[in-house]
């Protein structure tokens, strides 16, 4: 079975230092995978996604930015983190559409929660 | 471009009470829709999916849904709440042509009274 691990589930950073978020998936192959954020109390904000090695879409102008170095590895990145940049990052993953899964359902990991302070 | 709707922020039912979670769309064609639900600082976790056919859909942990063409809607529905119930849910839509990124409602909040 497929899952989704990322890390780490914590992290708090004094403002202007670097950030470093991981998410890995398991059990399948050429997945297309997502970053999104909660702020407190709203809604999911798609950050990036990517439908293969080195293929990064951002959605939103930020000073965040996502690698995917491997095709099963998707990582969130600031050079220098900002108050606002705090809140619940979630990696999650999807098949290709039309794949044996049913294309655009989309697996969540656990989400790490990011304070800036 | 699909847009997700879930006009109620909060919803607050008494434990044993039934549910129903509202969710409207808007799509030109026939949406893959989804209900995922969220506890306090946790991930998302799928709760059903419709793509085609039977447009009354069951789902894990008792929900249910059904797709009501007509009315753009796609409603949650459970018969009897748990206090486990408690969460955030949200209501997605995703294209049928091949797009990779589903849209998601604001979410509703439930909170569920002993």
């Known amino acids: 079975s497929q899952t989704i691990h990322q890390w780490p589930a914590t992290l708090v950073q004094p403002v202007g230092s670097p950030l470093s978020l991981e998410c890995t998936v398991e059990?399948?192959?050429?997945?297309?995978l997502y970053w999104y954020r909660q702020a407190a109390g709203r809604g999911l904000q798609l950050l990036f996604y990517?439908?293969?090695?080195?293929?990064i879409s951002s959605e939103v102008p930020q000073n965040l930015s996502a690698s995917r170095p491997q095709d099963r590895q998707f990582i969130l990145s600031s050079k220098k983190l900002l108050l606002s940049d705090s809140g619940f990052y979630l990696c999650?993953?999807?098949?290709?559409?039309?794949?044996?899964?049913?294309?655009?359902?989309?697996?969540f990991g656990e989400g790490s929660w990011l304070t800036v302070v | 471009a699909q847009s997700v709707t879930q006009p109620d922020i909060h919803i607050t039912v008494s434990e044993g009470a039934s549910l129903e979670l509202r969710c409207n769309y808007s799509y030109g064609a026939t949406p893959y829709l989804f209900w995922y639900v969220q506890s306090p600082g946790q991930g998302l976790q799928l709760l059903l999916k419709?793509?085609?056919?039977?447009?009354l859909v069951q789902g894990i942990k008792g929900f249910e849904a059904e797709f009501k063409r007509s009315q753009s809607s796609f409603n949650l529905r459970k018969p009897s709440v748990h206090w486990s119930d408690a969460a955030e849910y949200f209501c997605a839509v995703g294209a049928s042509g091949g797009s990779y990124i589903p849209t998601f409602g604001r979410g509703t909040s439930l909170i569920v009274h002993p």
């Open positions: 999650a993953w999807s098949s290709q559409p039309g794949g044996l899964l049913g294309g655009n359902t989309i697996y």
């Open positions: 990517s439908v293969g090695i080195g293929q």
């Open positions: 059990g399948t192959s050429n997945p297309n």
């Open positions: 419709y793509f085609s056919g039977d447009t």
